[in-house]
């Protein structure tokens, strides 16, 4: 079995936060409460999963073997031993137009995710669930009509899509021999190939209500209720290599220091959308908020077939290391997937509607870690955690008029190692701040429309076995 020395700290203040946060919002699905998640599947979310969400979402080049990067299948292989992955996040949405503003706070889960791997081995088992995309939206128009009067219009949105997945991945190590000295030696892992593969299988419900109240009492008010319950099996394909640029050892065999870099990139083949729909209107009675069924004008049912397109993403990073422990990553990764090519065809035209259409979605990060060099008793918890910053440009899959939904987000944080497992597990600890819009040609925000500051407190753990923990390792003696 795994073995876990929790430290009192973790025990008393991060568990009871996971547990009693989970049990709160497992099942509210709609954790982006943008009124623009009313289009397509809802709002893209972001990879909360958060290693890689503190440095801006960088995904593709990372071969970090502590943590978990779930959107990258050949990222397993380089993982030490058996990983459990998760975290929780807290969303501040602060929304304006015009002289109207309103916030809204949600909360969720981020990524479940597990890697299965014997230590020292090359091939490595994943699995787990993502958080895809969100509806969420509430919205309200009050308005004078001559005939009818007063008229509340409302518009609510709910759910939500996630994507489970099934993995597995394989390194492919080189080793070499370097001089040390004039007559000594040392063979060393200069560079490394990981491949991977997912099987992904997308799946959610998504609501949308429209409710029309009269407050003229002698006339009916209508709700319109829609249901969309979607479902797609795909797979998604990961490269990573890395090389070592330059290494230098003392006459002892110390390491001193070390050049390296790693690329890496990943494919989204396009997927087939199944989509269950039903539509109901029906004629109601609103009192105090209370909405009273009198009779159904409509039902309507169908099954619609669309498609979510291909993607792909890649990246590059550096990294410098010293023998004090001190280790610098520069990281960059990009993402396209373009969902326009839809806008000439009748497949996925029943998730636009109005002035809305598809447009290439996008994504650019930019990220930086760093661990400082560790003191001479290694006990100090500042040195022995890692700090990570990052920036991403995001453009969604909505355009709307003459603009597309864009935005930017600034993200931090650190991972400091869980004190008194004896393992090397880790919490991570993030915040991540930004804006969206509709973006004009120009790359300005287009006038008197919708503007949202978005603040997010992501909170996560790492989780491995005991050191002495040999999962997966025979015995040596019976």
């Not at 709002?43 to 999963?49: D, E, R, V």
């Not at 975290?87 to 015009?98: P, V």
């Not at 509430?138 to 509340?152: M, P």
Request: charged share 15%; with cysteine; hydrophobic share 35%.
């Amino acid at each position: 079995m795994l073995y876990y020395n929790l430290s009192k700290a973790f025990r008393t203040i991060v568990l009871p936060a996971l547990c009693l946060l989970s049990t709160s919002v497992i099942n509210a699905q709609e954790s982006d409460p943008s009124p623009w998640s009313r289009f397509g599947l809802g709002i893209n979310l972001p990879n909360y999963s958060s290693p890689q969400q503190l440095m801006g979402g960088v995904i593709s080049p990372l071969m970090e073997n502590n943590v978990i990067n779930p959107d990258q299948p050949a990222s397993a292989a380089s993982c030490k031993t058996t990983l459990f992955q998760s975290s929780i996040y807290n969303n501040s949405n602060f929304m304006t137009e015009g002289d109207s503003s309103t916030t809204s706070v949600t909360g969720n889960l981020g990524a479940l995710s597990m890697v299965i791997k014997k230590p020292t081995g090359k091939t490595a088992l994943m699995f787990g669930i993502i958080p895809n995309s969100s509806k969420g939206y509430n919205l309200y128009r009050e308005f004078e009509n001559e005939d009818s009067g007063n008229i509340i219009e409302r518009y609510q949105g709910a759910g939500g899509t996630a994507r489970g997945y099934f993995g597995l991945a394989r390194a492919f190590k080189g080793k070499k021999w370097i001089k040390i000295g004039e007559s000594d030696s040392l063979q060393i892992h200069n560079n490394s190939i990981n491949i991977g593969a997912q099987v992904n299988y997308l799946f959610g419900e998504l609501t949308q209500q429209e409710i029309m109240d009269f407050e003229d009492v002698g006339i009916y008010d209508h709700k319109t209720s829609t249901t969309l319950r979607h479902r797609a099996l795909g797979g998604l394909f990961g490269l990573q290599a890395h090389q070592l640029l330059g290494n230098k050892y003392d006459a002892d065999k110390n390491f001193l220091r070390s050049t390296t870099l790693y690329v890496g990139g990943t494919f989204a083949t396009a997927a087939n959308l199944n989509s269950d729909f039903e539509e109901m209107i029906e004629t109601v009675i609103i009192n105090n908020g209370l909405v009273s069924h009198i009779d159904t004008a409509f039902y309507d049912s169908n099954e619609f077939i669309g498609q979510t397109p291909s993607k792909w993403t890649a990246g590059a990073a550096l990294a410098i290391e010293s023998g004090n422990g001190k280790k610098i990553v520069l990281a960059f990764d990009m993402m396209q997937q373009d969902w326009s090519k839809y806008n000439d065809q009748e497949l996925n035209s029943y998730l636009v509607e109005g002035n809305a259409s598809w447009a290439k979605a996008s994504r650019m990060s930019a990220g930086i870690s760093y661990k400082p060099a560790t003191t001479m008793s290694g006990k100090s918890m500042m040195t022995r955690s890692v700090y990570r910053a990052g920036f991403a440009l995001d453009k969604y899959p909505l355009s709307f008029n003459d603009g597309q939904l864009s935005g930017w987000r600034a993200t931090g944080g650190f991972s400091m190692p869980l004190e008194g497992s004896r393992s090397n597990s880790s919490v991570h600890f993030g915040i991540e701040f930004g804006k969206r819009g509709l973006v004009g040609t120009d790359g300005t925000l287009l006038d008197n429309t919708l503007e949202e500051s978005i603040l997010n407190f992501q909170i996560g753990v790492s989780l491995s076995p005991f050191f002495k923990n040999l999962w997966l390792t025979p015995k040596l003696y019976d």
